[in-house]
Nanobody, 115 residues
């Protein structure tokens, strides 16, 4: 079993920044890949960014150049640095981990971008 717990959401003005954290209950080196997804009201959940155990990262087009996913192996934590936030980034952000073919989700953290 892997538990992942998100933190760092909140209310921010357009153009602002937030950093989300996802703490894993086990060594991240044992996890195949981790990702951030988001779900806005009335919309399906979408993949935002993914980082593989190799370190390779992938982003959805709408956040490229603005969001950065990174790993701190010492802290077993994955981060999502979000810059130049837009109102359309408003959503619940979920941390996801995949290990040995099993999927694990966090409870989500709300990000609201509004003036």
């Amino acid at each position: 079993q892997v538990q992942v717990v998100e933190s760092g959401g909140g209310l921010v003005q357009p153009g602002g920044s937030l950093r989300l954290s996802c703490a894993a209950s086990t060594s991240i080196s044992s996890i195949d890949h981790m990702a951030w997804h988001r779900q806005a009201p009335g919309k399906p959940r979408e993949l935002v960014a993914i980082v593989a155990s190799s370190g390779i990262t992938t982003y959805v087009d709408s956040v490229k150049g603005r969001f950065t996913i990174s790993i701190d192996n010492a802290k077993n934590t994955v981060y999502l640095q979000m810059n130049s936030l837009k109102p359309e980034d408003t959503a619940v952000y979920y941390c996801y981990a995949n290990r040995w073919g099993q999927s694990y989700w966090g409870q989500g953290t709300q990000v609201t971008v509004s003036s």
